[in-house]
């Protein structure tokens, strides 16, 4: 069943001044929970990403993100919905326990620990737990996106390190079936972003603005993902950053759609 909303209120979460599902109540969050618990696994099965399944986003990550880590050891590490783990593979090494937090009982890895997450959104962790938090491209699937940030700042250490990438477009109307989508993901406006990331507490050290909407046809020169590729990110952040870029989160036209699509953060929490 497709969610149709009234004209207003369309609009309102169609021009980015709300977010989609960051008010619900818990009832229409349980429910959105069970629409996405096994959207991405499914995706993935069908192969609507590639014949045969191959992470696609070491050198965005390594590039974005872990280059800002310290080189020292993780003694704890946790994975936001992070599927096989295969996020963790360049820095794997420091890590010395990995946890993964994974709703579908698809995704398995047997070097981790695997752990459900609560339909809530709350982490069944205590405080502080985590040296490394990896969230990449999960929270759009998520719809209390706010409280789930707030865990992600709750249960990491003092002095630890988050990583979260999250789109910026709407990805187009939810009213309708999107192909190669999961049912209910959105994207969350970058100011939306960087807003509920310091109302939780975070303080962002790095961001990047990534995933200019017409860097996936190179496709067609590297032949697997190019977010793989260095050279790719390099010439992506270039064009990225360019100040002309139109802004809207819905777009109207297709030159609204040419544009960097998501933001990097390196995130941590102050020890004080």
Not at 215 to 244: A, C, K, Q, Y
Not at 255 to 270: D, E, H, R
């Amino acid at each position: 069943m497709v969610t149709k909303f009234s004209s207003q209120t369309a609009s309102e979460y169609l021009s980015g001044e709300k977010l989609y599902g960051d008010d619900f109540t818990p009832e229409q969050i349980a429910a959105w929970f069970e629409d996405e618990r096994d959207g991405y696994f499914d995706l993935e099965q069908s192969g609507v990403f590639a014949d045969k399944y191959a992470y696609g986003y070491h050198a965005r990550n390594k590039r974005h993100g872990f280059r800002y880590l310290p080189d020292s050891p993780f003694r704890e590490v946790l994975g936001v919905g992070s599927a096989y783990g295969d996020e963790l593979l360049p820095i794997l090494e420091r890590c010395e326990k990995v946890t993964i937090l994974e709703p579908a009982d698809g995704f398995q890895n047997e070097r981790f620990t695997y752990v459900k997450p609560s339909p809530s959104g709350h982490f069944p962790f205590k405080d502080n737990s985590f040296d490394l938090i990896t969230c990449l491209s999960v929270l759009h699937h998520i719809p209390n996106v706010s409280f789930v940030i707030g865990e992600i700042a709750r249960v990491l250490r003092p002095g630890g390190y988050a990583l979260m990438t999250e789109p910026t477009h709407s990805m187009g109307d939810w009213n309708y079936p999107r192909r190669g989508l999961t049912k209910r993901e959105r994207g969350i406006p970058a100011a939306m972003q960087r807003r509920i990331i310091l109302e939780s507490g975070l303080t962002i050290l790095h961001e990047t603005k990534c995933h200019f909407s017409l860097t996936s046809r190179l496709i067609h020169i590297t032949r697997d993902s190019p977010f793989n590729h260095g050279w790719v990110i390099r010439m992506d952040e270039l064009i990225s950053r360019m100040p002309i870029w139109p802004t809207s989160y819905h777009p109207a036209i297709w030159l609204q759609k040419i544009k960097p699509c998501a933001l990097f953060f390196v995130l941590t929490k102050s020890e004080s």
